[in-house]
């Protein structure tokens, strides 16, 4: 009797199935997708309970009676089966071994899968499972927490992938990072041009003694390349949405991370905003979105994102001037407070070598203040500060390219000596979001809030700041879209209105910055906007609603 043989014997000797065990029918074929979730099922409770290994056996029921199976007959295409489930799995992790043995005169196969690593994990598709019992369900957080905690040293972005050479590379990719790498290390310029791309690959902690790892098919890879990191997901998806939430463009962009990072900037319409800051009788123009912001967002979600959970980055932009930046995993540091006040490099990265790598590439900085640069940026302009949404499994952020409350802005830019965590707290009154009791405490130390606690509200005595408030109601006016919409309410009442109607009844409703001339073109455009859209027409001497 063979060894396989003797194992079989021993299975069938136990009471029944356990979570490490799993028999099958499989007459004739069986479903491939079932294949894996039970491959990621039997592989993490392995781990759970000490084992090293698992087992799947076709051609037995659960009864334990053999029925006998022919699935994959063909000896080859039953051990094909190896890459085929790598493909789909955490780090291209199979089956042991495949072996083909018969009982009672019946074929009876059997799949020995390996415990999943410690630290780590085995997804299915990008999706963890387990066994409550017999049955096969979606892995508790509990367990999936508990396996993850074993070893909190594992780095998916050091592992070697086992099948690439230099050649799965790009060159135009590596050129660009020496180019980054010279920035970064300028007394090294002329040395680094005399290195090989090997060599400088080694140097640059990007590859490993001429092994290419996850990171360099990451940030260098071709874009063919990318299968050779599944079930990893390499890509970054750019979304555009109206403002009723309906997606009018998207593009999708691949490795290398190092090329699609410009690209993904790129995408993104980064216009330019006018707006009174307080501080000058004349508007201020500004880009919606400074360009530090968007590549310190953008390079945080490539160098913490899970790639073990074979998601994608997803940079959602609104056309109403919101950018929402978003990748799988946990927030490391646990709350974005906790960032702010530490200020320094993350004691932990889940990517240590990628971000290492993404370092040594100037991609993101040392000493940990980006995120702090990021809420000081937005603070300066009196925008609303970042908004991170974390989750168990993902982290959002949300930049506003705008101003939300020019009233709260104006008084926010009036206050002297306020502290970023003041102004991230009235930030949240600003947004209606809750304050604990001791943020409170903070606020009202110093007269900025009133109310109670969840009505809470700007103080008025913020007021006593700024005698500003009535004359910037003055300069701002009115917008374009209430000024057209006043316009045709006015002509729905009298009927029709000659131009001299409209100028006097808008003329002090415009902004003050303006010139009356300039007021009186704005109204003789509105006019001729209103005529092109078919809502007025022009009989000759009057303006008058058009005929549906």
């Known amino acids: 009797m063979t060894d396989i043989d003797k194992k079989l014997q021993q299975f069938l000797s136990t009471n029944d199935e356990n979570e490490i065990l799993e028999y099958k029918e499989a007459k004739n074929q069986y479903d491939f997708d079932k294949i894996g979730k039970y491959f990621s099922a039997l592989s993490n409770e392995a781990n759970l309970i000490g084992k090293s290994e698992a087992w799947l056996v076709f051609g037995i029921k659960d009864d334990k009676s053999v029925v006998g199976t022919n699935f994959r007959t063909d000896t080859k295409a039953l051990h094909n089966l190896k890459a085929e489930v790598a493909n789909h799995t955490t780090n291209r992790i199979t089956f042991k071994e495949i072996y083909e043995t018969e009982l009672e005169g019946k074929r009876v196969v059997l799949f020995q899968i390996p415990s999943a690593p410690l630290g780590l994990p085995i997804a299915w598709k990008g999706h963890y499972y387990g066994r409550d019992s017999s049955e096969l369900q979606p892995l508790n957080l509990e367990e999936l927490e508990r396996i993850r905690s074993q070893n909190n040293d594992f780095d998916w972005s050091i592992q070697i992938c086992e099948d690439a050479t230099i050649e799965d590379l790009s060159s135009e990719a590596i050129q660009k990072a020496r180019e980054l790498y010279a920035i970064k290390n300028p007394k090294l310029a002329d040395e680094i041009k005399a290195w090989d791309d090997t060599t400088f690959l080694n140097k640059a902690k990007i590859t490993i003694k001429g092994k290419i790892t996850n990171t360099a098919i990451l940030l260098l890879g071709k874009s063919e390349s990318e299968y050779l990191l599944s079930p990893a997901v390499a890509q970054i998806s750019w979304i555009l949405k109206d403002k009723d939430n309906i997606a009018k463009d998207y593009e999708h962009f691949t490795c290398p991370f190092v090329l699609s990072l410009e690209a993904v900037y790129n995408k993104i319409r980064n216009l330019k905003y006018r707006y009174m800051d307080g501080n000058s009788l004349f508007p201020q123009e500004v880009e919606s979105y400074h360009p530090f912001i968007i590549r310190e967002a953008l390079n ?9 959970m074979g998601g ?121 979001h809750n304050l604990s009791s001791d943020e409170v405490k903070v606020l009202k130390a110093k007269h900025l809030i009133e109310g109670k606690r969840p009505n809470l509200h700007i103080s008025s005595n913020v007021a006593k700041y700024t005698n500003q408030e009535d004359e910037y109601l003055r300069l701002k006016g009115i917008n374009d879209e209430y000024a057209k919409k006043m316009m045709i309410e006015y002509l729905k009442i009298t009927k029709k209105a000659k131009k001299s109607d409209f100028i006097k009844a808008l003329l002090e409703k415009l902004p003050d910055v303006l010139t009356t001339e300039q007021k009186q073109n704005k109204i003789k455009n509105y006019l001729q906007e209103l005529r092109r859209e078919g809502l007025i027409v022009n009989s000759g001497k009057y303006w008058e609603m058009a005929k549906n």
Do not use: W
Request: charged share 25%; with cysteine.
């Open 312 to 432: 994608k980055i997803n940079v959602v932009e609104f056309e109403d001037r919101k950018l929402v930046f978003a990748n799988k995993g946990a927030f490391i540091p646990q709350t974005i407070e906790n960032v702010l006040k530490t200020d320094a490099p993350e004691i932990k990265y889940r990517n240590k070598f990628l971000a290492q790598a993404m370092i040594n590439l100037n991609l993101i900085d040392t000493i940990g203040s980006g995120i702090v640069k990021m809420f000081t940026i937005q603070s300066k302009k009196y925008f609303p500060l970042p908004e991170y949404e974390l989750s168990n499994d993902s982290v959002k952020v949300t930049i506003e390219g705008k101003v939300l409350d020019m009233n709260y802005a104006l008084k926010l830019a009036s206050v002297p000596d306020l502290s970023l965590e003041e102004i991230i707290l009235l930030d949240k009154v600003q947004k209606g």
């Open 300 to 308: 945080n979600c490539i160098a913490h994102q899970d790639y073990t």
